[in-house]
């Protein structure tokens, strides 16, 4: 019996432990009639005894970073920098998924108490920066698409969308919010040149490049698109806006021609604009006056915009479990790419923790937002069909941990998660 008590254990998930953790900080802490934040509770509770030695130093360790968040909270920066070196004995960036998410935290943390308190700032992540930049051209953001079903089953499931809404249609232009390497398209040429019924005539790419995106990058995809298209003897043609920001957008610079087909395709772009309001408003009536078919959105799944800041801070340390989770299961523990993915989503997290005001641009929100704020722009939610459904899943039955990836449904939209936390959202619309 002991045995088997102690497997249920051993197969606990980062988030799991997490919530174990959470729930003995909220019962221990002698603070905690002083609470505005609801911790998730995990059915363990208080007791660990079943824990192997590895799972309570990780249950542990999550204690110590929930106690400097309470601190830094109340803004009591010196108790919560002294356990922060509690966090920097056990956390690590290449231990347990709790220790390196931790890792993480503790660095944002710690960068938040420079900020309020006015000391030096120590710029930890400049070396993190420098991956993000470089992330649009090296090999890990390929292995990431490569070994987590996330990517691809919004990928090929919104493309699958994209097909049937123009199989009547002869001219198709294609406005890519973010295009990176522009590999998924290969898709979408080689099925609209297997068309016999009605041959397309054009298909015409704009790819919009921003900031660290720089014009040569976006010129070799597209030359690399192009010959994939010659191979298939399809019409294609390629162009690129380069922008510095958002906010400069304008109608004119997509050249839409009489009988296009046009197709917004926004991958983790939106949430970018959040902290924006205004430039989200601009974006979105020129994405309105395009004249679109369909609008399809890839964004992140998560309630990172409380303005509370532990609130945010508990919302964001479940969500990113969940993430290192993933990478544990579909990456091997010293992969130098996992590292650098972790590097990214350390970025993220740096952000969303340290900064505050215009600064934090990380204001992931849920697909409940997002319906509430399109429905302005009178945007109706498309659902998908079942051959699109059967794409996602077929993408998630090619990876080994299939068990754990989920797929569910909030309205009309598609949400992928990872052992029942959402991760991301996949949604379709037009303009009404």
């Known amino acids: 019996m002991m045995e088997l008590v102690a497997l249920k254990l051993v197969l606990l998930s980062t988030e799991e432990i997490l919530r174990v953790a959470g729930a003995r900080y909220v019962q221990l802490s002698t603070q905690m009639y002083n609470y505005n934040y609801h911790m998730p509770m995990h059915p363990f509770g208080l007791s660990i005894s079943g824990l192997s030695d590895y799972e309570k130093k990780d249950v542990e360790l999550a204690h110590y970073l929930l106690s400097v968040a309470e601190k830094v909270g109340y803004q009591q920066y010196d108790r919560a920098s002294r356990l922060l070196l509690r966090c920097d004995w056990i956390s690590s960036s290449r231990g347990s998924p709790l220790q ?26 400049e070396q993190n920066n420098a991956i993000i930049q470089d992330l649009g051209s090296n090999s890990t953001l390929l292995k990431f698409y490569q070994l987590l079903p996330f990517p691809q089953i919004a990928l090929f499931t919104g493309i ?15 406005i890519d919010m973010e295009i990176r390497s522009g590999v998924h398209w290969s898709l979408l040429m080689q099925a609209l040149a297997e068309r016999r ?76 604009m959040i902290s924006r309001p205004n430039c989200m408003e601009n974006l979105m009536s020129v994405i309105r006056n395009l004249c679109p078919s369909i609008m399809v959105v890839f964004e992140v799944e ?51 923790v340290a900064e505050e005001g215009r600064g934090r641009t990380n204001r992931n929100v849920t697909m409940d937002i997002w319906r509430a704020f399109f429905l302005r722009f009178k945007m109706v939610e498309i659902g998908f069909s079942e051959s699109s459904l059967r794409q996602a899943s077929l993408v998630v039955e090619r990876f080994s941990c299939t068990n754990y990836f989920t797929l569910d449904k909030n309205g009309k939209s598609l949400l992928v998660g ?9 949604s379709v619309w037009k303009f009404n």
């Open 160 to 174: 699958q969308a994209i097909i049937e809404n123009v199989e009547l249609k002869r001219k198709v232009h294609l």
């Open 197 to 272: 019924d009605f041959p397309i005539e054009l298909l015409r790419i704009t790819a919009i490049g921003l900031g660290s995106i720089g014009n040569e990058s976006i010129e070799k995809t597209g030359k690399r698109l192009a010959i994939f298209a010659e191979s298939f003897n399809l019409p294609f043609t390629f162009k690129s806006v380069l922008l510095s920001d958002l906010k400069d957008i304008k109608e004119e610079l997509f050249e839409i021609e009489d009988e296009e087909e046009v197709i917004i395709f926004a991958p983790l772009v939106l949430r970018t």
């Open 302 to 352: 998560a309630n990172h915009n409380s303005p509370s800041f532990v609130n945010r801070f508990i919302e964001a340390l479940f969500f990113y479990c969940a993430y290192f989770d993933s990478l544990e299961t579909c990456m091997k523990q010293y992969d130098e790419e996992r590292m650098r993915m972790e590097a990214l989503l350390g970025e993220h997290i740096r952000n969303l």
């Open 418 to 426: 990872w052992k029942g936390t959402p991760l991301h959202s996949l």
């Open 100 to 125: 390196r998410v931790v890792f993480q935290f503790a660095e944002a943390l710690r960068e938040r108490i420079q900020n309020e308190s006015g000391r030096v700032r120590v710029k930890g992540f």
